[in-house]
């Protein structure tokens, strides 16, 4: 740890998430099956809905930008922490770090408004069916996404701009596999006090804003099922219940890492856990699998696949 005052710290120090060895091998086996399953199960959503000219509505291009920001979510973190694992060689640059912030943040802040829009999807086609194909038109889907994309980027750039400034005299050991604000902004020279507390109001109450605004939407729309119920109430709800899961899966971690007032007990990083390794796989798993038109299409690119291996 360098203790001294007047050198820039140039690059941090992760900590990881154990120091135990045992353990570690545990976390390195674990975090590459899973990450190849995440690359393997979202890159298969990405394809088929790019490939699949029945799937070129509304509902699919949400899942495949969902797949799409699933898996840059997980390559931004997961590797690098495999690699330290494996090499032992655990240090991120300064840039590196400020980089993988902003790309974490645009990421993250864009998944939330495609959620937003898959929920609204949901309360479109289930509660104005009729109305359903004049609402979610390719043209509204195009905005909806786009403005994801938008909405991410510039809550990272202003998130960033607070903290771009700060000095860093050491210590420089980061408590996690990744970088994240809330760790950052810790170390830095001056008292970061005022810092911490932005963070917290901007990430944070964004966390907690789009979960409540979500929840509540998801229980208006199982409201509506239950009042006209037709026979298919079981089959919204097991839909509905497993959005409500990832949901909860997805924000419980951001809230605990932007709001958590103990930074002493890291539990952050284990929940962070599920934002990176957990919901990219259900993601592929819940929306994707469980749906009848998006297996079809998948069976079809796999034949095709393997007929294409076959001719040549
Ligand atoms: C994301 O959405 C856009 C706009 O609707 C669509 O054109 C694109 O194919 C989608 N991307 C993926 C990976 O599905």
Redesign the pocket.
Known sequence: MSETNDTDVSEFVFLGLSTSRPIQNFILSLSTVFYVAIVLGNTLV?LT??FDPHLHF?M??L???L??IDLCLSTLTVPKMISDLYSGHNTISFHGCVFQMFVLHVLGGSEMVVLIAMAWDRYVAICKPLHYLTIMN?RT??LL?SGAWVIGFLHSVVQLAFVIHLRFCGPNQIDSFYCDLPRFIKLSCKDSYRMEFMVAANSGIISIGTFFLLIVSYIFILFTVWKHSSGDLSKALSTLSAHISVVVLFFGPCIFVYMWPFPTVPVDKFLAILDFMITPILNPAIYTLRNKDMKVAMRKLSDQLLRFRKMS
């Open positions: 990405v809905v790019a509304p699919y291009f899942l495949g930008n797949s799409f390719p889907c195009l996404l």
